[in-house]
């Protein structure tokens, strides 16, 4: 089951956050763009599983029906993301719980084509790293969309969210890495660098730690999340980075 799991966690994290793209987001309205979501969704679980069960084609239903609902309520908050990832992640649960042979009955756990027993832990690895840059990326903005009006920004386009997914990715596998400790270095770096900018200007100052804090946090429950599904999976045999 946890290898059923892993596998289609990883096609969701490809298909919403990965492949899908902002054309796709907007015209979710629309029949032939969520026709062509869904058609991600169903090609991405193919792939990662090896196989084309029907219990796939349940899933896309339910994956468009869910975009849907989301897309009537004409919620774009933080809280309607969270319920929408929430209500994605419930079905691929159900889908591992009643089917949890899925994987096993893949083209890839097969044996035919070559020894790809760690594959699950990879989609495992691949799903986490998603989570904590990517997904993280579009989390921490809607968080900070309300507060963000409020701030003058002024620095590079886009810097604050490649900083973001440069923090989040160094949290990622510093957890996963067994250095916990290098993320002090990191918050002492983050704020030596911004204490010029903010020190004199409150509602930045404020509106940068409750980014940072709120970044930091997200990274490591995803880190924290993916060791305990690592912990289920077959080892990778990786060495962590300490000597």
């Keep these: ?52 069960h029907p219990a796939l084609f349940a899933l896309t239903l339910a994956h468009a029906g869910i975009d849907a609902a989301k897309t009537l309520s004409r919620s774009t908050g933080f809280v309607a993301f969270v319920l929408d990832q929430s209500a994605h992640l419930a079905t691929l649960a159900l889908v591992a719980l009643l089917v949890p042979g899925l994987w096993a009955s893949g083209l890839w756990a097969s044996g035919h084509v070559a020894d790809l027993s760690t594959l699950p832990a990879l989609y495992a690895l691949f799903a986490g790293a998603v989570v904590a840059v990517r997904a993280g990326g579009f989390g921490i903005g809607l968080l900070m969309a309300p507060w963000a009006a409020a701030i003058p920004l002024d620095g590079l386009p886009g810097g604050g969210r490649v900083i973001g997914y440069l923090e989040r990715g160094l949290i990622f596998l510093m957890i996963l890495g067994g250095l916990p400790e290098g993320i002090g270095f990191l918050i002492a770096a983050k704020s030596v660098l911004r204490f010029g900018t903010v020190r004199e200007e409150a509602k930045l100052s404020e509106y940068v730690i409750i980014g940072t804090l709120a970044s930091f946090g997200w990274a490591l429950l995803a880190a924290w999340a993916t060791i305990a599904l690592l912990s289920r999976l077959p080892p990778l045999g990786i060495p962590s980075f300490p000597p």
């Design 1 to 52: 089951m946890t290898e059923t799991f892993a596998a289609l966690l990883a096609a969701h994290m490809a298909a919403d956050f990965v492949l899908q793209t902002g054309a796709m987001v907007r015209g979710k309205g629309r029949p032939l763009w969520m026709a062509a979501h869904a058609a991600i969704v169903l090609g991405t679980a193919t792939l990662t599983t090896g196989t084309l």
